[in-house]
């Protein structure tokens, strides 16, 4: 039997009969495809890749960028659902769809060339490449600007040095979006981005090891050494922080909505099991305590669901605005994290193994609390915008 | 080869239901709909037959109420070209009076093949296609198991309790199409976005008389907890007993 969402609220009925429609695609694809590996994926610490092809038949990847670069063309909510359902099944996939879509093909389609969006958008799309994003540094996390990657122009092009960590896609990517200042390194405004062909000669990536989280997704350690790149490798309309952080902003829109999709996993698996398990003559369900938690969830679960709403309709009128972005992945995310550890306890031992989803979510929503903007960064970024004081 | 799919929108088999007040008919309330399970094999079998063929035409058509154009929708956005909306308030019980809505629309249209699916998964009458094709005066193959089209010839295969029986039929024909023929696809975003482009032609749907209608619905009873006759080799003839003379399975 399927997944059927939770939707307490009747938010189904808010929705445009299309992005029901590509809700219950992507729903029905991860039941097909991803539910019957995932497991054994996140036990090996193995990426699902023979699901790439599948993914991009779909056109899950930059499903909201338009159709002339072999894109669907969806509104931003369509694509929010997409997220949703991805991170329902592991958030090591929505992951992947994540990085591809906002963080490799966003900046292209965005600061790109058109020869460069002619290039890479429609294998991108098409999963004949793969996208990793190259920002965050062994040193430099929540302070990108800090970041010493250098891009030194030569007479023929550029020469990238330095070393990015925790890259999703890192490995198994064709293709880096890679973050270098081009000036001094106090320099913040000459950030810019490049086009990296990972074959290029210099450039090479080892796998993270030892993660308890996200163990079924492509985390790396990207090392630049003398990467010769041409001319045309920058992207060209890209300039300072702000171009990065234009597309952490498309990333953590999808995580907002992601997190919405583990929670209410992680619910749905409680709520079936609270009202099957018999424990002194009785299903758990049937208890007070158990009937805590699970209002808990739902109503946590609920609330989560008319933010990212909202938050979609509003980037669909181009009226969004970063900090709203912050507060919904912040909200999120820490609330997924607190259902998935509910359902955990919920589940007893049960919880404990991998034929539950509950604990793999749990584990998954630890890292994503951290990535994409720690939780407490996107404290200091609401904090800032509703006092107009930084307390970076 | 120009093909029509009959589809019918019928309530989710995944849904838990209830029975309407009336003890008639099923409770509407919260209930999502979807394409019947066999309707989605048949439109496969368009899709695949006109990808192998060359290209064609798939008109998919929906006799029913307002929410059939969401999946005569769902159809456009798995492949077909076209929808027909055969509107009515309700669809009838009486297989009948549908297949006197729909054998009009069907008739002198060119259509090398007319799909349907085995049955629908509500009703199950399994009764509309074949009763279309004796309207149109066409050959009718029910639940097709198996299908290869070549010089406006057709084999079908249909499972038999026990045995495949292979028939050769001549086009236009109707086929109603079994499961496991060719599994269904999912409908691509690039699919669900070109579907609000295509056309849907509604017009109210000429039903027949209607002769049948449901007198009642009731719900199978609740099956009764088990029972411990014994325990060990020594419960089985206490056992064997009761399966014999009380549950008479032996």
């Excluded at chain 1, 997704?217 to 045309?232: F, G, K, Q, R």
């Excluded at chain 1, 808990?296 to 972005?325: F, H, N, S, Y």
């Excluded at chain 1, 998954?364 to 930084?390: K, P, Q, R």
């Excluded at chain 2, 589809?7 to 209930?31: H, L, N, Q």
Aim: hydrophobic share 40%; aromatic share 6%.
């Amino acid at each position: 039997m399927g997944f059927a969402g939770v939707d307490f609220y009747q938010l189904e009925g808010a929705f445009s009969e299309e992005e029901r429609a590509v809700r219950d695609t992507v729903r029905a694809w991860v039941d097909e495809q991803l539910m019957p590996v995932i497991g054994d994926c996140y036990i090996e610490g193995r990426f699902p890749k023979q699901l790439i092809p599948g993914l991009a038949e779909l056109g899950v990847l930059g499903a909201n960028l338009p159709e002339q670069y072999g894109c669907a063309g969806l509104n931003n909510v369509a694509y929010g659902l997409i997220m949703q359902e991805l991170e329902r099944g592991d958030s090591g996939i929505r992951s992947f769809a994540s990085v591809q879509g906002a963080l490799v093909m966003y900046p292209i389609f965005a600061f790109g060339s058109d020869a460069q969006k002619a290039q890479w958008l429609p294998r991108l799309a098409g999963g004949q490449e793969i996208g990793c994003f190259g920002l965050t540094e062994p040193d430099y996390g929540s302070n990108p600007a800090g970041l010493i990657t250098t891009a030194k122009q030569t007479r023929d092009g550029w020469v990238l040095n330095g070393v990015k960590m925790w890259i999703t896609n890192g490995s198994q990517a064709s293709v880096a979006v890679i973050w270098a200042k081009t000036g001094a390194v106090d320099d913040v405004k000459s950030i810019r981005g490049f086009i990296v062909p990972t074959a290029t000669k210099g450039y090479s990536a080892r796998d993270q090891k030892g993660k308890l989280s996200l163990r079924a997704s492509d985390t790396s350690e990207i090392h630049l050494d003398n990467v010769e790149l041409p001319a045309d490798a920058v992207l060209p309309k890209s300039g300072g922080l702000k171009s990065p952080l234009s597309c952490l902003t498309q990333a953590r829109y999808g995580i907002a909505w992601g997190a919405v999709g583990a929670a209410m996993a992680c619910y749905d698996e409680a709520l079936g099991y609270a009202k099957q398990r018999v424990m002194f003559g009785r299903p758990i369900g049937g208890t007070q305590l158990q009937q805590a938690r699970l209002a808990d969830m739902l109503t946590e679960i609920t609330k989560a669901q008319c933010l990212t709403l909202q938050l979609g309709r509003l980037k669909d009128a181009g009226t969004v605005t970063p900090q709203q972005v912050s507060l919904a992945k912040r909200n999120n995310v820490s609330m997924a994290c607190d259902v998935a550890r509910e359902a955990r306890r919920l589940l007893g031992a049960n919880g404990i193994l991998v034929e539950y989803h509950s604990m793999r979510h749990l584990a998954n929503l630890e890292s994503v609390y951290t990535y994409e903007g720690t939780h407490d960064m996107h404290s200091l970024i609401l904090g800032e915008a509703v006092t107009g004081l930084s307390a970076f | 080869m120009k093909i029509a799919v009959c589809i019918k929108r019928v309530p989710d088999t995944e849904m838990r239901f209830a029975i309407a007040s009336d003890r008639k008919s099923i409770d509407s309330a919260g209930i999502k709909y979807d394409l019947s399970d066999f309707d989605g094999y048949a439109t496969e079998v368009a899709l695949r037959l006109n990808e192998q063929q060359g290209p064609g035409e798939i008109v998919a058509v929906s006799l029913g109420p307002e929410g059939t154009q969401e999946i005569l929708r769902k159809a456009l956005s798995l492949g077909a070209d076209r929808g027909v909306h055969l509107a009515a308030d309700a669809i009838p019980f009486d297989s009948l009076a549908i297949a006197r809505a729909l054998a009009p629309e069907l008739k002198d249209q060119g259509f090398d093949l007319i799909l349907f699916g085995r049955n629908a998964t509500d009703t199950g009458n399994a009764c509309v296609g074949p009763m279309t094709a004796e309207l149109l005066g066409l050959p009718c193959v029910t639940a097709v198991s198996f299908l290869e089209i070549k010089d406006r010839e057709g084999i079908a295969h249909r499972e038999l309790e026990g045995v495949t029986e292979t028939v050769r039929f001549p086009l236009p024909a109707v086929l109603s199409i079994d499961e496991g023929i060719a599994r269904p696809r999912l409908p691509s975003l690039k699919g669900i976005m070109a579907a609000k482009k295509k056309p849907i032609e509604t017009k109210p749907a000429q039903l027949g008389p209607v002769q049948l209608t449901v007198e009642s619905l009731e719900l199978p009873p609740e099956r009764t907890g088990g029972r411990i006759v014994g325990e060990g080799a020594a419960a089985v003839p206490e056992l064997v007993r009761l399966l014999r003379d009380e549950a008479k399975v032996l």
